[in-house]
């Protein structure tokens, strides 16, 4: 103790201004990194609390409806919501992204141009995702049915994965996507700060080769291109945690079903900064009593996380959760619980200075969007128990953020006047409950 009580003091004596978090650590302009198991901006430990909202691009793409955006983001903002996820992609069907392999809706794209920018005028960093594993939005399906168009043997939407027609098509929309210039902050995405990540796939699943090798060597190819186009940015899969053949005596923790994935060893390809999660206990154990699926979410988390921290040695934010509305039995408290049982598991972990990173709920909505509400749904401006939960940890998260700042600027003021390190072992496992 006496080291961090040293600390303490010397932080409240040294003039505030090089104390505080300021601008340098705040900046919305630095790029998130990776340091050890956490996030680092500028310098400093920096943690995603945040939200999912896939209909950004969307929306944004009738100026019309652009205010919708923008109060979103403020309120995100106002409750200290620092990150959100969204889609970079949209293929075929109506008012798509892309209308055929490389053939892009201007439109469309000028919305997720609006977006990003509204973002950075309020501080939240983006993470965008390449591509879709379902239907919605014409997903890895839509890409097959487009070779197949132009004669090639492919019968299966995990074709995706394998045919080389497909790749590339899927490997130019990346190109496509980190070589745009926004029209609203003239920067081009692969040198825009205000992206923290991106998302190969959202929910990649190969169901049809359940040694997970085919999923295994996409990645791999994959993460290889977006590095070789942008060293800028983080980059993760998008996995929902499936563990596979590399940990087998962790598949017993997976819900019912062939995936295709292998959370191990996908999360160990080099390019991978930092690993993901999904949890919808709700979902994937309907039947299931309430008890169950939460005893569920303690282990799915807890496996998660200390599989980031000891074997992956990388940050994981659990990326999408949520307690659905529409469920038989819902109330108000279930969300509640599992809101706090998903925050509290990511402070432990933060607080030590630990791999748990931050976590994005499923989704956040803004008035009137009530076509968008899959029962997931949580509008901030609607006071509520689930709100109060949500603001909270981002107090918590940015209170554990300014006190690693002042530690670390009080071992740069005692290096300057040629003191020896604070403490042995680093600057965490004291921050109060």
Request: hydrophobic share 35%.
């Amino acid at each position: 103790m006496k080291p961090f009580c040293l600390i303490i003091f010397l932080s409240i004596v040294i003039q505030q201004s090089y104390l505080k978090l300021g601008a340098d650590a705040s900046s919305r302009d630095g790029f998130v990194r990776t340091k050890g198991v956490q996030f680092s901006l500028n310098g400093y430990p920096y943690y995603a609390n945040g939200f999912n909202a896939y209909w950004l691009m969307y929306v944004a793409s009738d100026p019309i409806q652009r205010p919708k955006i923008s109060a979103a983001f403020q309120e995100a903002s106002s409750h200290g919501l620092t990150v959100a996820r969204t889609w970079a992609f949209s293929d075929g069907g109506y008012r798509p992204l892309q209308y055929s392999p490389g053939s892009y809706n201007e439109d469309m794209f000028q919305g997720l141009d609006f977006a990003i920018a509204e973002a950075r005028r309020n501080g939240i960093k983006i993470i965008l995702s390449f591509a879709n594993n379902y239907v919605s939005f014409g997903g890895k399906k839509q890409y097959v049915d487009w070779a197949r168009s132009q004669g090639r043997p492919v019968s299966s939407e995990d074709d995706f994965f394998t045919d080389s027609l497909v790749k590339d098509f899927y490997k130019n929309h990346i190109k496509a996507v980190l070589n745009r210039f926004n029209t609203f902050t003239k920067v081009q995405y692969k040198d825009d700060p205000t992206i923290m990540a991106w998302e190969l796939m959202n929910e990649p699943r190969c169901p049809s080769d359940p040694t997970g090798r085919t999923i295994q060597a996409w990645i791999t190819e994959m993460a290889a291109h977006v590095k070789s186009l942008d060293s800028n940015h983080l980059l993760e899969a998008g996995l929902e945690g499936f563990y596979g053949q590399s940990s087998p005596q962790s598949k017993t923790l997976n819900p019912p079903g062939q995936f295709g994935t292998d959370f191990i060893a996908n999360n160990r390809i080099p390019g991978i900064d930092f690993v993901t999660a999904h949890s919808y206990p709700d979902e994937w154990f309907i039947d299931a009593s309430e008890q169950f699926q939460m005893e569920f979410l303690n282990k799915w988390l807890d496996a998660h996380i200390q599989d980031a921290q000891n074997v992956l040695r990388k940050p994981i934010i659990l990326a999408e959760f949520g307690k659905s509305t529409k469920k038989a039995g819902y109330s108000p408290a279930q969300r509640d619980v599992v809101f706090n049982t998903v925050y509290t598991k990511i402070y432990e972990s933060a607080k030590g200075g630990g791999a748990a990173a931050g976590g994005l709920f499923w989704q956040l909505l803004g008035n009137g969007m009530d076509n968008f509400q899959d029962g997931y749904g949580i509008i901030l401006g609607q006071s509520s128990s689930t709100v109060n939960v949500i603001a909270q940890q981002s107090r918590k998260l940015t209170l554990i953020r300014k006190i690693f700042a002042r530690m670390i600027n009080v071992e740069k003021w005692k290096r300057a006047r040629g003191y020896g390190p604070v403490g042995k072992g680093g600057h965490n496992h004291n921050i109060p409950n």
